[in-house]
């Protein structure tokens, strides 16, 4: 039911830094809203349990029982300030379409063992491998469309996405951090276990719905972004534009494809909880402001938390030499190796797009006239991370053999090498 081979292990030690991270620098909020309950740890660990059975599963049973997991408690914890309605009303609005979600990936593989007798990826991966010259059956590809459709809302990509602006702006500022990163990743690990694992055969019957729902979605993140004044909606969009970069990888659907994906969401983890660990500073009179406009003049009365903001936007926006660039960089060279060259062309004009609302901060941060400044001192969990993301960011470029080496074992531990 289960593997653990160095794919799933490099996925578990990020899902794992993910969580670790975003709950250091949550502690001071939760506190301060005395939400600091301890059923919050235990629905983050039970979150956290599933993104790890998910990334190891080895059988779409054990996928199924791994993602639930995941789901229930992410429901929960989002609604978790029963006394606020915008919470409240995230967590109803995720369940409601997570469980849609789960209905479709639950038909998809119910046609697949359907068709094919098993539910075990090796066992689904030999069959599709000598399907002969006809290839698999229609029932097949729809079983595999629908478990496409159930992964797709997992990770927010377009046109599964109606649910992510919602929840990242009514949840409580560290749970969105929660849910930006850790469930991302975990969820884009899974595509490629699943699409390249037991239907790595079938490409050419996958690849086109993946180049679709990738441009789609570079394309709202991009410009759907534009006209946000609340930060926490931004980073909504802007994780759908990122979730459709990761996904040109897949769709080119080779070992260089996926070791560009690996790359891209090792950092994507760092920059996501830098930029909310600052957005968690952004704090008047003990009350949680959210507003980009609140952002004000920050380089005058903030001026590090200003310059650490200022390299997370850079970052996301892919300027050199910056991580956030050579993670895009490596996508669009795998894109251009496989001959999807339009792909790669959309993904650079949406990343130029895209740009503008990133500077769009830098610019309220540095150019606006100030306004009251945010509290102070920050706590030193966010302190920390803060400076540790922002370093990583800058000093990729000096020493990325970790990462790089880390993604290339995982690579070809997919790919059975």
């Known amino acids: 039911l289960f593997i653990t081979d160095d794919f799933a292990i490099f996925a578990k030690i990020l899902i794992l830094l993910a969580a670790a991270l975003t709950l250091f620098i949550s502690r001071d909020y ?6 600091a309950r301890f059923e919050f740890n235990i629905l983050v660990s039970l979150a956290t349990l599933g993104m790890l059975m998910m990334v190891s599963a080895n059988d779409l049973i054990s996928l199924y029982i791994g993602l639930e997991l995941q789901s229930l408690s992410l429901y929960v914890i989002a609604a978790f300030r029963r006394d606020d309605q915008r919470s409240t009303e995230a967590g109803l609005k995720y369940f409601v379409l997570g469980a849609l979600a789960s209905g479709m990936l639950l038909y998809g593989s119910s046609l697949v063992y359907g068709f094919s007798g098993t539910t075990n990826f090796g066992s689904l991966a030999d069959i599709f491998a000598h399907s002969g010259e006809y290839g698999p059956s229609t029932g097949l590809i729809f079983g595999i469309v629908f478990i496409l459709a159930g992964l797709a809302f997992k990770v927010s990509a377009v046109p599964f996405h109606m649910w992510t602006p919602d929840v990242y702006e009514g949840a409580p500022t560290p749970i969105t951090a929660f849910f930006a990163v850790a469930p991302k990743i975990a969820a884009v690990m ?4 699943v699409m390249i694992g037991p239907f790595g055969d079938l ?16 394309a709202l993140g991009a410009f759907a972004a534009i ?19 990761a996904l040109i990888g897949l769709a080119v659907g080779d070992e260089i494809g996926v070791q560009g ?11 996501n909880v830098g930029t909310f660990a600052c ?12 507003k980009i406009s609140d952002l004000a003049g920050l380089s005058k009365t903030q001026p590090l938390l200003a310059m650490s903001l200022t390299i997370f936007m850079f ?9 956030g660039f050579f993670g895009k960089l490596y996508i669009f060279l795998a894109a251009i190796h496989a001959e999807l060259y339009a792909l790669a062309i959309i993904g650079v004009l949406t990343s130029v797009v895209g740009a503008f609302y990133y500077l769009r901060v830098i610019k309220v941060m540095y150019f606006d006239d100030p306004v009251d400044s945010f509290d102070q001192p920050i706590s030193r969990p966010i302190t920390i991370v803060v400076t540790v993301s922002a370093f990583l960011m800058t000093f990729f470029i000096l020493y990325p053999a970790p990462l790089l080496d880390a993604a290339a074992v995982a690579t070809a531990a997919l790919f059975g090498g």
Not at 203 to 218: E, G, H, L, N, R
Not at 315 to 323: E, K, R, Y
Request: hydrophobic fraction near 55%; proline fraction near 3%; charge should be positive.
């Open 30 to 35: 939760l506190e301060m809203h005395e939400m």
């Open 190 to 193: 899974l595509l490629l276990r």
């Open 203 to 218: 490409v050419a019957q996958w690849q086109q719905i993946v180049v679709f729902v990738s441009i789609a979605s570079m």
């Open 227 to 245: 006209n946000q004044t609340n930060i926490k909606r931004l980073m909504a969009y802007s994780s759908i534009g990122h979730v459709g970069y």
């Open 261 to 271: 994906v690996l790359i891209y969401m090792g950092l994507y983890l760092f920059v």
């Open 279 to 290: 957005i968690l500073c952004m704090r008047r009179g003990d009350r949680m402001v959210e």
């Open 315 to 323: 970052s996301m926006a892919g300027i050199p030499p910056l991580a």
